[in-house]
């Protein structure tokens, strides 16, 4: 069994908008590529009734996120095995207080704008954002079913926090969250997870010249039997 997060970062210079949105797009497929070992065809990809992608007959999972000038996809290989992965590139933001007040969970919320910690609200805004939409493409599901995902943060009211999945799982669950921060102003927010029993860390690949270097945040673990439940603190 394999865990792999294959990253891909483009130039600064290359197009905006629409067709930068194309390059990425076909970068993401690029790096699923150079991941799988082989170059894949419309035909290799399929889609589930949520239009969630897939390998049809292959025991193994991928889920691709772009964002800013990064292509992110993880994949796994083993029976039974599923991920999803979210990229985010952090922007200044003036709404980040009423999303949040929407979509997230009371504890994130209070995590979020406690002021505590070396990290910015913006910062940690975006470590709850990934985790989230990484769980949500593991599902299957979309941004607008973030309200419905089960809080990461968990705290004593005395301002001690600690990451969480809170919620039962019947099967084990494994996230992974990282920051990528370069030189050059370039800051992202990295989140995949793993559904299913796997003892190694996910293996980051590069496929570009340059890259950012990464940093380890949290590894948060949800478990059936509670003793096996890793709650990282913060």
Not at 61 to 75: K, L, N, R, W
Not at 97 to 113: D, L, M, N, S, T
Not at 142 to 147: L, T
Request: aromatic share 12%; hydrophobic share 40%.
């Amino acid at each position: 069994m394999s865990f792999y997060i294959g990253l891909s970062l483009l130039s600064n210079n290359e197009p905006k908008g629409k067709l930068q949105s194309g390059l990425l797009s076909a970068e993401s497929r690029r790096v699923l590529s150079l991941l799988e070992g082989r170059p894949l065809k419309e035909n290799d990809i399929a889609r589930d009734k949520s239009g969630r992608p897939f390998f049809p007959g292959n025991f193994g999972d991928f889920s691709i996120s772009p964002s800013g000038t990064m292509a992110a996809v993880s994949m796994v290989k083993g029976e039974t095995l599923h991920t999803g992965c979210d990229i985010q590139i952090v922007r200044p933001s003036l709404s980040i207080r009423e999303i949040a007040g929407k979509v997230f969970a009371v504890p994130e919320q209070r995590y979020i704008f406690s002021g505590s910690g070396r990290q910015s609200e913006e910062n940690r805004f975006f470590e709850i954002w990934t985790l989230k939409e990484c769980y949500l493409k593991l599902r299957g599901l979309s941004v607008f079913d973030m309200a419905s995902v089960p809080s990461f943060i968990q705290g004593d009211g005395s301002g001690n926090w600690h990451f969480a999945f809170d919620e039962a799982v019947s099967s084990p669950l494994s996230f992974y969250l990282y920051e990528l921060a370069g030189n050059k102003g370039e800051h992202y927010f990295l989140s995949a997870v793993i559904e299913g029993i796997i003892q190694s860390q996910p293996e980051i690949r590069w496929f570009s010249q340059s890259f950012l270097p990464e940093r380890s945040i949290a590894e948060i673990k949800a478990a059936p039997r509670p003793a096996a439940t890793a709650s990282p603190n913060i």
